[in-house]
C-alpha cells in the first residue's frame, strides 16, 4: 500500500505528522517546565522531572508508531533483550546521519531511560526544540577551539563546568547520557581529513565520555556500546521520510561500570592513557563488526551463480 504512494508525498504526510506530535507534546512539556521553574523546591522539582521524561517518553511512542506506519523497515536489533528502565546508562554510539536519533530512540524505547544528549550551545535558539531540550535538561555545552583559548585563556573548562552540574541533575532519577563518540557525522571527507586508522568510522573523543563516567561512575551501571549499520548506506532524515530506507541494523553491548572506569580523566596521565587506549580498542571492535556486517549483507545479495563459484 505505501509503495503506491509517491516518496515525496510520503515525506510531506509524515514531517506533518512528527510536526504535529512535537507541537502537541511540547504544551504540556512547557507547562510541566513552567511550573518546575516558578517553585523552587527540590522535592517539587524532582517530580516534575518525572513528569517531563514521561511527556518525552509519550512523545516518543507517537514518534515510533509515525515511524512503523510510514515506513517499511527491516529492523535488525541484537543485545537490548536484558536493559532495564531503572538503570543509569551511557549509550556510545557511531554517528552517521540524523537518522541515528530516530533509531536509538526507537530501539530503546521504554527498555531505558529516556535518552539526553549532550548538545551544542547554538542548538538552543532552534525553534520549539530548543525550548524543549531546555526544559527536559539536556546539557548544553559550547566548545571553544584552541585559538580562542589561548586569547581567552579564563573560558578553558567552561564546557566541562556545564557537564559537571549537568550530571549532578541526572543523580535524581534514572537516566541515559547518549554520546556519539566522534563527535560529527561521518562522511568519507571527514574520514580522509582525519586520517582515520578505521575503515568505517572517525576517530572517537574520549575527553566528554571519561568526565561523565568520573562524576556520575559509582551510579552508572553500564557502557551501552552501539553499532548502527545501514547496508544501503547512511540515509538523510528526508530519505528516510520518503520511504527509501529499507533496513536498520544495530547492535548493542553491555559493557559493565566498573571502579577502573572511574578516573581524573585530565589530572591523571595514566589514567587518560589507559582510558585511550580502551576507547580506541573499542573503536577497533566496532569497525570490525561493521565491517563484518556489510560482508555479510553483500554475500548474501550476490546471485546463487556468484555464491556457487565462490563455494567452488
Known sequence: MLNMIPGPIRGLVSLTGY???????CFFL???????????????????????????????????????????????IRG???????????????HQSWVDILVLQRIFHRRIPFLKFFIK??????????????????????????????????????DLEITRKACRKFRDIPVSIMNFTEGTR?????HRRQK???????????????????????????????????????MSFWDMLCGRLKEVIVRVREIPVTEKFQGDYFN?????????????????????????????KKAGKAPRSDMLRKAA
Open 186 to 190: 561521518f562522511t568519507r571527507a571527514k
Open 268 to 296: 591523571d596521565e595514566a589514567y587518560r592513557t589507559w582510558f585511550q587506549d580502551w576507547l580506541n580498542q573499542l573503536w577497533v571492535e566496532k569497525d570490525a563488526r561493521i565491517k563484518a556486517i556489510k560482508a555479510k
Open 121 to 158: 550551545q547554538e542548538l538552543i535558539w532552534m525553534p520549539v526544540l530548543g525550548l524543549a531540550w531546555w526544559a527536559l535538561d539536556f546539557p548544553f555545552v559550547k566548545r571553544y577551539s584552541r585559538s580562542v583559548l589561548a586569547q581567552k585563556p579564563h573560558l578553558k573548562g567552561k
Open 80 to 94: 537490548v533483550e536484558a536493559l532495564r528502565a531503572g538503570n543509569w546508562y551511557l549509550v556510545l554510539s557511531n
Open 30 to 76: 512547557f507547562l510541566a517546565a513552567l511550573l518546575k521553574f516558578i517553585v523552587p523546591l527540590a522535592g517539587w522539582r524532582r517530580q516534575c522531572n518525572r513528569v517531563l521524561n514521561l511527556i518525552a517518553t509519550r512523545w516518543i511512542a507517537v514518534n515510533n508508531l509515525n515511524l512503523r506506519v510510514m515506513s517499511n523497515i527491516h529492523w535488525d
Open 19 to 25: 510536526t504535529l506530535n512535537t507541537l502537541f507534546w
Open 196 to 234: 582515520s586508522p578505521y575503515a568505517h568510522l572517525l576517530r572517537p573523543r574520549s575527553g566528554g565520555i571519561a568526565f561523565v563516567l568520573g562524576a556520575m561512575g559509582e551510579q552508572m551501571t553500564s557502557i551501552l556500546d552501539v553499532t548502527i549499520v545501514y547496508p544501503q548506506g547512511a
